[in-house]
């Protein structure tokens, strides 16, 4: 005889032993996720090069130095900005865009104390 339980039976199993795991937040540990990923992705990595050189500008500038289309760039830019590595600021019609230092430093001063 086993100790498994029937299939229907498992995943209230699966859902209480979740319940019970409380040694840290899946909130801000998915957080924390994205905002790596946003950091770690290639051409996010190159767009953010793209601002630092220039200190601020605009979607534009930035599709035509990466050539790519204007709405990739606008994408990965809005993953950029809720990760808070990117600020923007309206200056007339046109959004400029600049490298938030202070928060990609304490994201990887964060991430040195995890790797020591």
């Known amino acids: ?3 498994t339980l029937p299939i ?3 995943e209230p199993a699966i859902e209480n032993a979740a319940s019970e795991f409380n040694l840290y937040d899946f909130d801000q540990t998915k957080k924390a996720a994205a905002i790596l990923r946003a950091m770690n992705h290639k051409l996010r990595r190159s767009i953010l090069s793209v601002i630092d050189k220039t200190g601020t ?3 534009t ?3 035509k130095e990466l050539n790519i289309e204007q709405s990739v760039a606008s994408q ?3 993953i950029m900005r809720r990760a808070k590595i990117v600020t923007a600021s309206r200056t007339g019609k046109q959004i400029l865009y600049s490298v938030n230092h202070e928060r990609i430093n304490h994201y990887m001063n ?3 104390e995890i790797l020591s």
């Open 61 to 63: 500038s930035i599709y």
């Open 8 to 10: 229907e039976n498992q």
């Open 57 to 59: 500008t605009n979607v």
């Open 76 to 78: 990965h830019l809005a």
């Open 1 to 3: 005889m086993t100790d």
């Open 110 to 112: 964060k991430v040195k």
